[in-house]
């Protein structure tokens, strides 16, 4: 009893969590991940560009409950996302067309364009600020819990209770769908292998008649529908601050980089390698502990490895022991 | 007047001088045309002007009597001129059969004959049809870029130092792939270093001297021109 006690206890706090969060990340990574692979420059502005779309989809969520539109049981924002997705493509574009586009037409160095990307950075992370405010906000309605903790011992007689919130269900499964239809469509249509042929040898794919602007149009609307449901899930999941967006942008990176940076398929896995050992090593063993050792040697401490105020150590850390191993990363193969 | 000509080019890269004065290239369909010179020659230049790959300050580039002279290289390809660049050639990441049907990429139609048509000239690329191309060795790459570029169905094709760091055994291989592309009736313009050889299967040839034309003649005749054996071929 006690054993099946502590795995429940390791599904209720490390599994589901970190499944949810690796989830959010691998989004964003994926976005990283996409832009580097085509566009050819690190992203900066990747995290506040999650929170504009995210921003949009609470604008949208609020206009609709002010209609007195739900979904029921499911939150309002997820019918406020497709609207959101597409004033965050319309965002990316204009970012492009008066930004980027430039430094592209004129083969500035990727560092450049990087350096672009901070710009465009602190001027989202302003209009961020400026329409919805620094604060805090949470803007789930509907049923907030799949399984209720109480409900999961009544049930099971067990002594740990086993919460599923339905944003965690919702997240994994709306990446699943996601990630799944991105994949399909990067490897079975002719426009996303040209996507793959324009990122591998952009001269080739020039030379066999592939339109270099509607590969950045599209990897502009695919990045958009990324960011936008990225970042709302994580919102809905957790809370909306412009604030831990921007600081969510190193776990991203740091997913995109572990999954060697260029590839779809890592950056998706690597933002649960990242999560996962976030969570892992954050997590206070204690009452784990106490469930499997016998009473004698239950232990004093907390037994955390590291204070949760280190969580981003942990991606830091594991992006620098990555980069110092396997520099392309843990999942090699193909690009894009 | 040839189906595919540059007539009296003259042009380098962005402001910089001259490579090319006054040179003029023709081939027919069902042709091989070499392209020979010393290094510095021009011979590279000479080709990616035919392409668009450089801005012409005099000059016409003509396919089948239209002027193309302004086109850029990617609406050269829609005229039917397909290019093999030297290196970088194939898609390294994507399959043989995905490289394919990336050099299939603006046709509307069915591409599938197309593909089956490719396997009959390169019967190996049947085999590796889902091999990554990075996996392949030097002279089945050749064959896949040679693939790649007739996927458009090509009336002229043009191939930039298609033998360059491949072994003789495999030079001799693709010259062989080559003059089964000829058979199908495509206009082919190929710059070489390996001159004779080269020439052994050529129609005709241009011996290009600092941008210019010096001299010009069937394969054979080139061969045994005591001037260019002396002057490049090495005697």
Redesign the interface.
Known sequence: MDFLNAIILLLNYIFVPALTYGSQLALGAIFVTLIYGILRFANFATGDMMSLGTMFAILFTWYFQSLGISLGVLPTALLAIPFAIILTIIYMLCVDKFVFKFYRVNKSPPVQLAMVSIGVMFVTQAVVRIVIGPGDRRFFDGKKFLIKASEFKEMTGLNEGLAIKSTQIITIFITLVLVSILFWFLNKT?TG??M??Y???E?????????PKRIVLITWIIAGILATIGGALYGLDKSFKPFTYFNNMLPIFAAAIVGGIGNPFGAFLGGYVIAFSEIFLTYAYKKFFMYILPESLEPDSLLQLLSTDYKFAVSFSILVIVLLYRPSGIFKG??? | MAFFEGNEMTGGYGNGPDIINSCSVKVERGEIVSILGPNGAGKSTAMKAMLGLINLKSGIVKINGKDITKLSPQDRVKEGISFVPQTKNVFAGMTVEENLEMGAYLREDDYKKIITEIYELFPILRKKKNQLVGELSGGQRQQVALGRALMIKPTVLMLDEPTAGVSPIVMDELFDHILKVKKTNVAILMVEQNAKQALSISDRGYVLVTGENRYAGTGSELLNDPRVRSSFLGG
Do not use: T, Y
């Open positions: 002719k292998k040209s793959k042929a990122s591998d040898n001269d080739l794919a020039l030379l066999s008649g592939i339109d193909k690009v894009l």
